[in-house]
């Protein structure tokens, strides 16, 4: 399964200033620290937005096997 | 002075078994005999997911918010949500250990997925879909797994199946990976903390209790897996050891399980009695069993006359519907309290096939936890003590002997197995008690 993915625009300086954050960390690139950070954004609204349809297909199925639901 | 810890963690694993095996579990009998060995009580409802992350956040279910595979996410009647890494808004012992800048190898912890950031290395659990998508952190960390384990198992395949053989050698194959990338990671890389999920015992109990458990009754006998369980408890005991003798002598070593297990008898169709008891109307009642999930997305359910409506799976969960709360809301907020009671005390009242009681117990969120965020259900459902399991289908009557997801024999008991190694705790110890216990040590 390969992941569905857009390309994001962001300004330059911005972009700039990320890679100083991110130095040192354990992020290795902007797109990953900018991907972790908007997962956790919309975690907070409480849905499993952090999943594609396919995924949460897999997962269900697969739970409902394993007999948890 | 203990420099790290490394704590094994065995989903499923029961002290009643290690207790009964031990003679044949000699790495075990030695941690324990240099050691310390308790019962760990489980959090409720005690399930992998949030269980796991209940120890390594130091929370309990209420204070998470999460109370199981699935969440209602909103008061919507088809609003549950699979809880991801998302789910989990408190820090884990590795986001805390990262800030004081200690470095950890956390694999196949459930609730990590997506993976999140951390100072170390992470491996998500086994509700990762697949192998292809960036399972771990960092995400390059996959190739090197390939490198050292090939194809990388998170769990086991084609679990629900007759083919008892395939499932045992798949488990097999699956714990052993996991072993060997721990030894390489542990060996490999600098670590202050390490932890691992292993799922293996979960499934082998719940695919191979029947013919383990002389007591059940659908034991066969001349089952040839009659050992399985055994066999495999022993097989682990086996790379328990082989992992142990790779570490320096200054480790704090803890096995441990988030549950037990113990023989599941049948299962009650919630829905079914809810619709009998008259808490529960459907528009049309189905020709062919039908799950209530479906009867919810199709608009079966007729929610101007329904009080209440539950979920299948190892537990009950019972949900009211509420005036103002849920969107066709029928009890009064005033009522809420005298309705709860009524149904736990049927629930509790509710006997087997042959009119002896099943011991069942329903708990109230607020009751037993500390915090409670999210949406809980209602009322928590143990059917029989865990005894018997919450069947969602509606459409084939209240007692049932075969699951609807397939053959399984046993369900979850409340106590797991602490196992530290040089003794650690010296006292009862419930899930979230783990996280402090781990911390003091560094702190």
């Known amino acids: 399964m390969e992941y569905d993915r857009v390309t994001l625009k962001i300004p330059r300086p911005l972009y700039e200033r990320l890679k100083r954050v991110i130095e040192g960390t354990g992020f290795r690139s902007v797109n990953e620290f900018v991907v972790h950070v908007l997962r956790d954004l919309v975690a907070e609204t409480g849905e499993d937005a952090a999943l594609t349809p396919e995924e949460i297909r897999i997962i269900r199925e697969r739970l409902r096997k394993l007999g948890y639901f | ?443």
């Open chain 2, 1 to 443: 002075m203990i420099s790290r810890v490394l704590v094994i963690g065995l989903d499923c694993l029961d002290p009643g078994l290690v207790e009964r095996f031990l003679d044949d579990l000699p790495t075990l009998r030695g941690l324990i005999e240099a050691g310390e060995f308790r019962r760990l009580r489980s959090v409720d409802p005690p399930i992998t997911v949030p269980a796991w992350m209940c120890a390594f956040t130091g929370r309990d279910p209420g204070e998470l918010g999460v109370y199981g595979f699935r969440n209602r996410a909103d008061r919507s009647y088809d609003g549950l949500r699979i809880a991801t890494s998302a789910a989990f808004r408190a820090r884990a012992l590795w986001d805390e250990l990262g800030e004081m800048g200690l470095r950890s190898i956390v694999v196949g912890v459930p609730g990590t997925y997506p993976p999140k950031p951390v100072k170390g290395l992470l491996v998500s659990g086994f509700l990762t879909p697949s192998t292809e998508t960036t399972y771990t952190f960092p995400p390059s960390l996959k190739h090197r797994i390939a490198e050292i384990v090939g194809e990388y198992i998170i769990d086991v395949r084609n679990f629900r199946t007759q083919d008892k053989a395939h499932v045992i050698a798949e488990v097999h194959r699956m714990t052993e990976r996991r072993f060997r990338l721990m030894e390489a990671l542990m060996k490999d890389e600098a670590w202050d903390f390490a932890a691992f999920v292993e799922m293996g015992p979960d499934r082998l109990h719940h695919a191979l209790w029947a013919h383990h458990d002389r007591t059940h009754p659908k034991h066969d006998p001349d089952s040839p897996y009659k050992d399985a369980i055994r066999d495999y408890y022993r097989f682990l005991d086996g790379w328990v050891g082989r992992l142990l003798d790779a570490l320096p002598g200054d480790t704090q070593v803890i096995v441990m399980s988030d549950h037990g297990i113990q023989p599941m008898y049948g299962g009650i169709a919630v829905n079914e009695w809810l619709i009998r008891e008259g808490y529960l109307a459907l528009r049309e009642y189905p020709r062919e069993p039908a799950r209530i999930d479906d009867l919810i997305a199709r608009g079966l359910v007729d929610w101007s006359r329904t009080v209440a409506w539950g979920e299948g799976g190892y537990y009950g969960r019972i949900f009211l519907n509420v005036k103002g709360r849920e969107p066709e809301g029928t009890v009064s907020p005033n009522e809420y309290d005298a309705v709860r009671r009524e149904l736990a005390q049927k629930l509790e009242a509710l006997t087997d096939e042959e009119g002896k009681p099943l011991g069942t117990r329903v708990l109230f969120p607020e009751e037993i936890y500390r915090e409670v965020n999210g949406i809980p259900p209602d009322l928590i459902v143990y059917f029989g003590g865990l005894r018997w399991r919450s069947i969602g289908t509606v459409g084939k009557g209240i007692y049932w002997h075969e699951n609807d997801t397939g053959p399984d024999d046993a369900n979850h008991a409340p106590d797991g197995v602490f196992i530290a190694s040089p003794p650690l705790a010296g006292r009862e110890l419930s899930l979230p008690d783990i996280h402090d216990l781990i911390l003091d040590l560094y702190r």
